[in-house]
Every structure is written in structure tokens, then in C-alpha cells.
């Protein structure tokens, strides 16, 4: 069973900082590219960090500099280092494990996502 178990949201004022956990089933987390994703109330759903099949990571242009994304491969899992967190930063975030780079066998799916976890930025 195919699962992304996501953790590490909350509530934080303003500047402050949040890491956010995804730990992944073995076989996505090995074969897929892992990235974070986020939708605010009322916007569509953005892609916030995100690693390539070459190994490099992809950032939105509002988080590059404030945001991290890194895994730890013995624990399958990534996180998302959140710091001078903004108002605007404020969203459901995602796990995402994005499995397009390649054929997938027909008992995966091309997308896995995590269930969300709420960042709330505010004073």
C-alpha cells in the first residue's frame, strides 16, 4: 500500500520557522520525484520545492532563499525546512510524489499525495 505520511505543520508568527516531514512507502520514495506542494483558500494548488529526476531541486520563486527541501534516504523520508515564514505563506501543504519520469508497473499511479497539513502564519 502506497502511502505519504506528512507532519510537522502548525501555527507560527510571523519570521519564525516550521519543517514539515513526508515519510514515503519504499518503493515511491526510491522510484518517484518527491516534492512539496501548497494551496491557500481560494487559489489553486502551487508546487513549493521539488527534487528532479537529475537530482537537483526546483523552487517557487516566492520561498527560494526562505525554504529548503532535503530527504534523509533510511528514513524514505523528505522534509521542507520553512523559515522568515511570511502571512502568505500560509496553506494546506503536500506531499507529492510524482511518478512521470518513467513507466510506471499498472498497480502504481503516476501522482501519490499526502493527506495535507495546515501552516498557519500569523501574529
Not at 10 to 17: E, K
Not at 31 to 53: C, D
Not at 66 to 71: A, K, N, V
Request: proline content about 3%; overall charge neutral; some cysteine.
Amino acid at each position: 500500500q502506497v502511502q505519504l505520511v506528512e507532519s510537522g505543520g502548525g501555527l507560527m508568527q510571523p519570521g519564525g520557522s516550521l519543517r514539515l516531514s513526508c515519510e514515503a512507502s519504499e518503493i515511491i520514495f526510491s522510484t518517484y520525484n518527491m516534492g512539496w506542494y501548497r494551496q491557500a483558500p481560494g487559489k489553486q494548488r502551487e508546487l513549493v520545492a521539488a527534487f528532479t529526476s537529475g537530482g537537483s531541486t526546483n523552487y517557487a520563486d516566492s520561498v527560494k532563499g526562505r525554504f529548503t527541501i532535503s530527504r534523509d534516504n533510511t528514513r524514505n523520508t523528505i522534509y521542507l525546512q520553512m523559515n522568515s515564514l511570511k502571512p502568505e505563506d500560509t496553506a494546506v501543504y503536500y506531499c507529492n510524489a510524482d511518478g512521470t519520469s518513467r513507466v510506471q508497473p499498472s498497480h502504481l499511479e503516476y501522482y501519490y499525495w499526502g493527506q495535507g497539513t495546515q501552516v498557519t502564519v500569523s501574529s
